[in-house]
C-alpha cells in the first residue's frame, strides 16, 4: 500500500477545487461536478468540496442531488444560513413548499432578510393558503417598502379575495414616490375599476398609456372604464387596440360589439362582423383551447423557474391561435432564460417575421436578439 504524504493529498484538493471553481465560472458544470466528486470520500466531511458540488447540482438543474448536499451541509453548519437560503430555493423548485418555508423560517431566527420573508410568502400561496402568503408579504414590504414584486403579489391577494380598498391602500405609499410605475399602477386602476369607481380607472389607465404602456391590460380596462363612463367613442378605440394586441378574447370581442351598437355603427357592416366573432370563438374552437394554454404558460412563465413548461403551454396557445404571436417573443424569452440561445434566436426571427416594425414587442425582441448572438459569439470564440 503506497502512502500519499498528506501535504501531497492537499495540494492535489486545491488543485481541483480550484480547477472546478474555473470551470464552473465557464459554465462546464458537467466537468467541474465529475472532478468534485472524485474528491469526496465516504464518511469525510469536506465543506469547501462539498459547498462547491453543492452548487453545481444547484446550477445545472440536479436539484435531489442539491438538496441532499445542501441539507448535509446546514446540518453540519447550522450558522452558515447560505446553505437554508439554498435549500429554501431547492426545496421551492422540487414543490416541496412546506420543507422549502421550513428552511426559510430556520434563516429568519439567524437574520431578518427581505428577500427569504418574500420567499417565504411565495411558499404559502403555492399551497393555498393566501391569509398567510399576504401577511408574510407584509412583513417583506415593512423592511423593503419599495419592493414591487413583493407588492403586486400583494395585492394580487386582495384583489382576489375582493378587498379593492386593500389593494389600493397597500399601492398607495409606493405610487406616492413613483406615480407611473408600470406594475404597480395598473393593479390600482384594476383595484379602482373592479369596485366601480370607472372614472379614477380612466385617469389610472389613461396616464399609462400616455407614458407609452401599450399592453393588453391598460387598453382593455382603459376600454371598459371609458364604456362605464359613457365616453363611447373612447371605448371603441381602446378595446379595439386591445384586440390588435390579443384576439382570442370572447369578452372582448362582444364589448367590441356592444360599444359599437351604442355608437350606432351600422349593424350588418359593423355590429353583426363582431358579433360573429364573439358566436364562433365561444363553439369549441382553438381560441378557447389558446386562452386555456395562455393562462397556463403564464402562470408558469411568473414562477421564473419553470421555463420549459411555460414554453410548452405558449407553443399550444400559438398553435391554437397563431394570430396570439407575442407567444413567439415569449417562447424566446423563455428560452433564453434557460440560456438555450440557439432555440431563442430562431424564435425571436419567428416573432420579428410577423410582428409590426417600431412596436414595443418588435424593439424588444431585436434588442434581446442582437444581445444573444453577441453571447453565442463569444462562446464560439472562447
Not at 255 to 270: G, N, T
Not at 314 to 320: D, L
Request: charged share 25%; with cysteine.
Amino acid at each position: 500500500m503506497v502512502c500519499v504524504p498528506l501535504g501531497a493529498q492537499t495540494t492535489h484538493r486545491d488543485s481541483v477545487l480550484a480547477r472546478a471553481r474555473y470551470l464552473k465560472s465557464i459554465y462546464r458544470i458537467d466537468e467541474a461536478t465529475e472532478q468534485l466528486s472524485a474528491l469526496v470520500r465516504p464518511g469525510a466531511m469536506d465543506e469547501g468540496v462539498l459547498s462547491e458540488l453543492a452548487d453545481c447540482h444547484f446550477q445545472s438543474g440536479d436539484l435531489e442531488g442539491a438538496a441532499g448536499t445542501y441539507f448535509m451541509l446546514s446540518a453540519r453548519q447550522p450558522e452558515n444560513i447560505l446553505y437554508q437560503i439554498r435549500l429554501m430555493q431547492v426545496y421551492y423548485r422540487l414543490k416541496a413548499f412546506p420543507q422549502s418555508i421550513q428552511a426559510g423560517l430556520a434563516v429568519l431566527q439567524r437574520d431578518s432578510i427581505p428577500a427569504v420573508v418574500s420567499y417565504i410568502g411565495d411558499g404559502f400561496g403555492q399551497m393555498g393558503q393566501a391569509d398567510s402568503a399576504l401577511w408574510y408579504y407584509r412583513r417583506s414590504l415593512a423592511m423593503k417598502p419599495r419592493n414591487e414584486t413583493t407588492l403586486s403579489k400583494a395585492m394580487g391577494i386582495l384583489l382576489g379575495k375582493g378587498d379593492f380598498d386593500g389593494a389600493i391602500s397597500l399601492a398607495e405609499p409606493f405610487l406616492s414616490e413613483d406615480p407611473d410605475n408600470v406594475t404597480i399602477a395598473p393593479l390600482k386602476g384594476l383595484a379602482l375599476y373592479s369596485k366601480g369607481d370607472y372614472e379614477p380607472a380612466v385617469k389610472v389607465f389613461q396616464r399609462q398609456e400616455d407614458i407609452g404602456n401599450d399592453s393588453y391590460p391598460i387598453h382593455y380596462y382603459l376600454g371598459q372604464s371609458y364604456w362605464h363612463t359613457q365616453v363611447i367613442y373612447r371605448a371603441e378605440q381602446e378595446l379595439l387596440a386591445a384586440w390588435q394586441t390579443d384576439s382570442s378574447d370572447v369578452n372582448l370581442a362582444y364589448s367590441i360589439a356592444a360599444v359599437k351598437a351604442e355608437a350606432y355603427r351600422p349593424f350588418e357592416k359593423d355590429v353583426k362582423l363582431w358579433l360573429d366573432k364573439a358566436l364562433e370563438m365561444l363553439e369549441p374552437d382553438h381560441a378557447v383551447l389558446s386562452r386555456i394554454h395562455q393562462q397556463y404558460g403564464l402562470a408558469y412563465y411568473k414562477r421564473q423557474d419553470s421555463w420549459d413548461q411555460a414554453i410548452g403551454h405558449y407553443m399550444q396557445a400559438y398553435k391554437y391561435n397563431p394570430k396570439f404571436i407575442s407567444a413567439l417573443s415569449t417562447i424566446a424569452y423563455c428560452y433564453q432564460q434557460k440560456k438555450d440561445y440557439k432555440q431563442a434566436v430562431e424564435w425571436y426571427e419567428k416573432y420579428l417575421k410577423v410582428a409590426k416594425p417600431g412596436s414595443k414587442g418588435y424593439e424588444f425582441a431585436e434588442a434581446n436578439l442582437a444581445y444573444i448572438k453577441s453571447e453565442l459569439f463569444m462562446e464560439e470564440a472562447r
